[in-house]
């Protein structure tokens, strides 16, 4: 919701807002105006017109649009590996945990369209960036991982592949999913995701309450 005024007269201004809340409002602005233009060809005049505010009270939350953009793209990543570790939670199920996993990502990329952009699709190739969207991807593994981990008794390592495996498959597909302007209705898409990782994720014996993964979910 805009708190901008909408005269010429009242351009530059905005009501005050809580600083909580005005952080807020130029994250979304924000967002909008780099996933519209890219982050090289965005401005912070632009983002500051778009947001309703001034020049000086955008710069007083952020010194750069480097700082604006890291602070935007940590916004999604969080809900994204928030979304992730709250799916994973639904259930102990180990089959269901996985679709949990991949619905997921479809649910993020599909819902979230800016997020998805500023994190896969991501023009900016500062380190800082790039390390930025690294962290979000490693924050979905170490949900993946705990789980992979405690449940199969595997080694670090292993558990760790297994968990980037059921991780990048998940996006690649969810990407796949979304440019090709979603050849298939969204269930069916994470069905056949689900297939594909079960399949290999099946073979490994896994520990705890749900005894091996075959066990878990015969179908």
Same mark, same amino acid.
């Given at each position: 919701m805009?708190?901008?005024?909408?005269?010429?007269?009242?351009?530059?201004?905005?009501?005050?807002?809580p600083r909580s809340a005005r952080r807020l409002q130029l994250l979304e602005a924000a967002s909008e105006i780099f996933v519209e233009r890219g982050y090289h060809s965005a401005g912070m005049d632009e983002i500051a017109i778009h947001a309703g505010v001034s020049k000086p009270v955008l710069y007083q939350h952020f010194p750069s649009k480097l700082d604006l953009y890291l602070a935007v793209v940590d916004s999604h990543a969080e809900k994204l590996v928030s979304d992730v570790n709250a799916a994973l939670l639904t259930t102990t199920d180990n089959k269901q945990r996985v679709r949990a996993a991949v619905k997921a990502f479809f649910d993020f990329i599909d819902e979230d369209n800016s997020g998805y952009r500023l994190i896969f699709s991501s023009d900016a190739m500062d380190?800082?960036?790039?390390?930025?969207?690294?962290?979000?991807?490693?924050?979905?593994?170490?949900?993946?991982?705990?789980?992979?981990? *405690?449940?199969?008794?595997?080694?670090? *390592?292993?558990?760790?592949?297994?968990?980037?495996?059921?991780?990048?498959?998940?996006?690649v597909n969810a990407r796949y999913w979304l440019?090709?302007?979603?050849?298939?209705?969204?269930?069916?898409?994470?069905?056949?995701?689900?297939a594909l990782l079960w399949g290999g994720l099946s073979h490994v014996p896994l520990q705890g309450s749900q005894g091996s993964a075959v066990e878990s979910d015969s179908a």
């Amino acid at each position: 919701m805009s708190t901008a005024t909408n005269s010429p007269a009242g351009a530059g201004r905005s009501t005050r807002l809580p600083r909580s809340a005005r952080r807020l409002q130029l994250l979304e602005a924000a967002s909008e105006i780099f996933v519209e233009r890219g982050y090289h060809s965005a401005g912070m005049d632009e983002i500051a017109i778009h947001a309703g505010v001034s020049k000086p009270v955008l710069y007083q939350h952020f010194p750069s649009k480097l700082d604006l953009y890291l602070a935007v793209v940590d916004s999604h990543a969080e809900k994204l590996v928030s979304d992730v570790n709250a799916a994973l939670l639904t259930t102990t199920d180990n089959k269901q945990r996985v679709r949990a996993a991949v619905k997921a990502f479809f649910d993020f990329i599909d819902e979230d369209n800016s997020g998805y952009r500023l994190i896969f699709s991501s023009d900016a190739m500062d380190p800082a960036v790039i390390r930025r969207i690294e962290n979000a991807t490693e924050g979905c593994v170490d949900a993946v991982y705990g789980l992979v981990m *405690h449940d199969s008794g595997f080694d670090p *390592h292993r558990s760790r592949m297994l968990a980037a495996g059921l991780v990048g498959a998940s996006q690649v597909n969810a990407r796949y999913w979304l440019e090709a302007k979603r050849p298939v209705d969204k269930q069916t898409a994470i069905d056949t995701t689900v297939a594909l990782l079960w399949g290999g994720l099946s073979h490994v014996p896994l520990q705890g309450s749900q005894g091996s993964a075959v066990e878990s979910d015969s179908a």
